[in-house]
């Protein structure tokens, strides 16, 4: 039986629920839309926390609209400042943590994600941060205006990043990382080995294969039995899925929230998109959660259609972006178990890496090579497959890969 959709609810009020909420309104859908956010602030896009609020003691948070625009221009209302943690997917319904209830037709859960917490931290005398709203993120940044010394657990992109900002300000920073490298998922060694080297000449210090076990009110204690002074620790260790609400309305939340090429969950009616969404990668030949400004924007927008009754299959490939210094770092697909083509020079600052299984492509990396990443973006994405020594090739000119098809 189909269902007549008057009422569409979006669980979330970040970068994947506004985006959606956006769409319903630009596919035509008339009907109300109500878009419940935890925290008090109107949505915005969170790259900005680890990037451009980092950077500048003055730079404003950049709001993805005004209050105005939501409520005049696209009549969207946004109910902030708690979180939808109960629901009934019989009688179609969601409630906050303070006590408001919102009946849907169809709902969107744009939960996201929260930060893995670090246990050695807990209760730690001294001041620990996890990079993951607006307020953390300014707290940080007086720490960084305030020269402090910063030991960053985590060398993942936000740790990179705040790393960056916390170098360029004058701050004694050490990053310790559990693993032996830099990011090995994504990285092949030899980008571990670049960055982790542009990192040490801005003063960085890096000790690997170590973790944190313990803490004073003045430093923390390493695995390897150091002791590193600190005023701050940035934590950030990964994220798992923000799954109460969806675990309230019947789905397994484990690895994610399970969906299918539409957004479609396993409840009639409840979709899911953006970070907590776990969907089908064909480069990794696998289902994993995307957690990417891309996705929670290119996904949430292909679900938005399928709630109001079109047919939008999303099978975009992974990207996101870095900034390290001087170095913009993109990646799209999947980098791990496959054959590494170099294209361009490395010592020229400006190359790309392309991973490939047989004749498949199923990644890329750039460094200062926006145009190749941009190419081969689509070329993953439409399955394209140019051969081995044309990609090795500064010379071939990769839109001819797409015109091939």
Same mark, same amino acid.
């Given at each position: 039986m189909t269902r007549t959709i008057n009422h569409i609810v979006i669980a979330g009020a970040g970068q994947a629920g506004a985006r959606?909420?956006?769409?319903?309104?630009?596919?035509?859908?008339?009907? $109300?839309?109500? @878009?419940?956010?935890?925290?008090?602030?109107?949505?915005?896009?969170?790259?900005?926390?680890?990037? /451009?609020?980092?950077?500048s003691p003055d730079t404003p948070l950049a709001y993805i609209k005004h209050a105005n625009d939501? =409520?005049?221009?696209?009549?969207?209302?946004?109910? #902030?400042?708690?979180?939808?943690?109960?629901? *009934?997917?019989?009688?179609?319904?969601?409630?906050?943590? *303070?006590?408001?209830?919102f009946p849907f037709d169809a709902l969107l859960l744009a939960t996201g994600t929260r930060p893995r917490r670090l246990p050695a931290l807990e209760g730690a005398q001294l001041e620990v941060q996890y990079l993951r709203n607006v307020e953390d993120a300014l707290r940080v940044r007086r720490h960084i205006q305030a020269q402090s010394r910063i030991v960053i657990v985590g060398g993942g %992109? !936000? +740790?990179?990043?705040? /790393?960056?900002?916390?170098?360029?300000? +004058?701050?004694?920073?050490?990053?310790?990382?559990?693993? /032996?490298?830099?990011?090995?998922?994504?990285?092949?060694?030899? !980008?571990?080995?670049?960055?982790?080297?542009k990192h040490r000449n801005h003063g960085v210090t890096f000790v690997f294969s170590t973790t944190v076990t313990g803490s004073s009110?003045?430093?923390?204690?390493?695995? =390897?039995?150091?002791?590193?002074?600190?005023?701050? %620790?940035?934590?950030?260790?990964?994220? #798992?899925? $923000?799954?109460?609400?969806?675990?309230?309305?019947?789905?397994?939340?484990?690895?994610? !929230?399970?969906? *299918?090429?539409?957004?479609? #969950?396993?409840?009639?009616?409840?979709?899911?998109? +953006?970070?907590?969404?776990?969907?089908?990668?064909?480069?990794?030949?696998?289902? !994993?959660?995307?957690?990417?400004?891309?996705?929670?924007q290119n996904q949430a927008i292909s679900v938005a259609s399928n709630m109001i009754g079109e047919t939008s299959d999303y099978g975009d490939p992974p990207w996101f972006w870095t900034d390290q210094y001087d170095l913009n770092i993109q990646v799209t697909g999947? @980098?791990?178990?496959? *054959?590494?083509?170099?294209?361009?020079?490395?010592? $020229?600052?400006?190359?790309?890496?392309?991973? @490939?299984?047989? #004749?498949?492509?199923?990644?890329?990396l750039s460094v200062n090579a926006t145009k190749d990443m941009a190419m081969l973006r689509r070329i993953i994405a439409t399955d394209a497959r140019p051969g081995r020594a044309d990609l090795e090739s500064p010379a071939y000119d990769l839109r001819t890969a797409l015109k091939a098809r």
């Open positions: 959606a909420a956006e769409a319903l309104r630009a596919r035509g859908f008339k009907g $109300s839309i109500t @878009m419940i956010g935890e925290e008090r602030h109107l949505p915005y896009e969170r790259p900005q926390l680890s990037k /451009a609020l980092l950077r939501w =409520n005049e221009a696209l009549d969207i209302r946004i109910a #902030t400042g708690s979180a939808a943690i109960d629901g *009934d997917a019989d009688r179609r319904v969601v409630s906050t943590a *303070d006590g408001r209830s %992109v !936000i +740790g990179l990043e705040a /790393a960056c900002a916390a170098a360029n300000a +004058g701050c004694h920073v050490t990053l310790v990382e559990n693993e /032996a490298r830099l990011l090995p998922r994504a990285f092949p060694a030899a !980008i571990s080995d670049l960055v982790a080297d009110s003045r430093s923390v204690t390493l695995s =390897n039995g150091a002791e590193i002074a600190a005023d701050l %620790v940035l934590v950030g260790i990964g994220v #798992t899925p $923000s799954g109460d609400l969806a675990a309230r309305l019947g789905l397994p939340v484990a690895e994610g !929230i399970a969906v *299918d090429a539409c957004g479609r #969950t396993a409840v009639p009616g409840i979709f899911c998109a +953006g970070d907590a969404a776990l969907q089908w990668s064909r480069c990794h030949g696998r289902a !994993i959660r995307v957690e990417t400004w891309a996705n929670a999947d @980098m791990r178990d496959a *054959d590494h083509i170099a294209r361009g020079d490395p010592g $020229s600052g400006r190359f790309s890496v392309i991973a @490939m299984r047989g #004749t498949e492509l199923v990644g890329a």
